[in-house]
């Protein structure tokens, strides 16, 4: 596969470049290594594709997983909890998962446990390859890559996602880069506060 345009938020690629050069013609080489035309496997069912063969999202992520982890990049997890106490749910900020849970139930308040989960990490960079539902996008850059950056456990946040012409011979609801890119550009220039790197594929 080809990277087909990038988006810096934050000064993220810039960030990457200088700072991470070797990490950054890894991820380059792992889009690169990636076969499409091998993952061309689905059969559509949908009325205006039908019988055509599509991508299929589940080989795509397939092959992406598989050359990340040989060049070890791994799964990170950060457990928490919440509360349905704003006010509380302000002051257990920043504190480990324990002092979230004494802290609320200090304050007669029910501590629910949650996590938050990202695919690959690697160098303090988080990494999400994003073939899945549109909506799946905002929550990778609004909550995963904001969520670890709060918490210091990351310095850069990473989305791969298709370019419209390699949705267009996918089943509907994947996400592009065109329509993530403009999403992401009418929150504001510092929002959400965490240097990204948005980068569009096709093949």
Not at 138 to 149: I, N, R
């Amino acid at each position: 596969m080809r990277i087909v345009q990038t988006y810096s938020h934050l000064n993220g690629l810039e960030f990457i470049q200088f700072r991470l050069p070797a990490l950054w013609q890894e991820i380059v080489s792992v889009i690169e290594d990636v076969d499409a035309e091998e993952c061309r496997t689905k059969i559509s069912r949908e009325r205006n594709k039908q019988g055509e063969i599509l991508y299929s999202p589940i080989d795509l992520n397939k092959k992406f997983k598989e050359r990340l982890e040989d060049l070890e990049w791994k799964e990170s997890r950060t457990n928490y909890y919440v509360t349905a106490n704003a006010e509380l749910a302000r002051e257990t900020l920043g504190k480990s998962a324990r002092e979230q849970k004494k802290l609320i139930e200090e304050k007669g308040e029910e501590a629910l446990p949650t996590y938050n989960q990202t695919d690959f990490v690697k160098n303090r960079v988080a990494l999400e390859v994003q073939f899945g539902k549109y909506f799946s996008v905002a929550y990778d850059l609004f909550v995963k890559h904001m969520a670890f950056f709060v918490a210091d456990q990351i310095d850069l946040g990473i989305e791969i996602l298709p370019m419209k012409e390699l949705t267009n011979k996918m089943s509907s609801g994947v996400p592009y880069y065109e329509g993530e890119i403009y999403n992401l550009i009418r929150q504001g220039r510092n929002t959400p506060a965490v240097p990204l790197v948005i980068i569009g594929i096709a093949p």
